[in-house]
């Protein structure tokens, strides 16, 4: 059964960071584009960054460009959001997907086919 696992979130502070994982079981990440999104309470599931197989092509949501970063280790079957300077409005439920297809720099929750359970994000004084 193919199954995604994040981990990683918990309560920051503004300014603060955090280190999202997403680890695969009963299958490799190594074939997969990898996407995160994330979801706040009354709000839309919004695509935040994905990267391709190799991990040389990424895309990034404008609200969270030049502060989130993602990257994979691929021998070590996970992916990361690295979040830095982080904001209240960037408290959600965080989720990685992957796709079937190929890479194509999509942030479009349809184009992804595995979904983990989600790990909480909160940025809070």
């Known amino acids: 059964q193919l199954q995604l696992v994040e981990s990683g979130g918990g309560l920051v502070q503004p300014g603060g960071s955090l280190r999202l994982s997403c680890a695969a079981s009963g299958f490799t990440l190594d074939s997969y584009p990898i996407g995160w999104f994330r979801q706040a309470p009354g709000k839309e599931r919004e695509g935040v960054s994905c990267?391709?197989?190799?991990?040389?092509?990424?895309n990034y949501a404008d609200s969270v460009k030049g502060r989130f970063t993602i990257s994979r280790d691929n021998a070590k079957n996970t992916v990361y959001l690295q979040m830095n300077s982080l904001k209240p409005e960037d408290t959600a439920i965080y989720y990685c997907?992957?796709?079937?297809?190929?890479?194509?720099?999509?942030?479009?929750?349809?184009?992804?086919?595995?979904w983990g359970q989600g790990t909480q994000v909160t940025v809070s004084s």
């Open positions: 990267i391709s197989v190799s991990g040389r092509s990424t």
């Open positions: 997907a992957a796709a079937r297809s190929y890479y194509s720099g999509s942030l479009e929750a349809d184009e992804y086919d595995y």
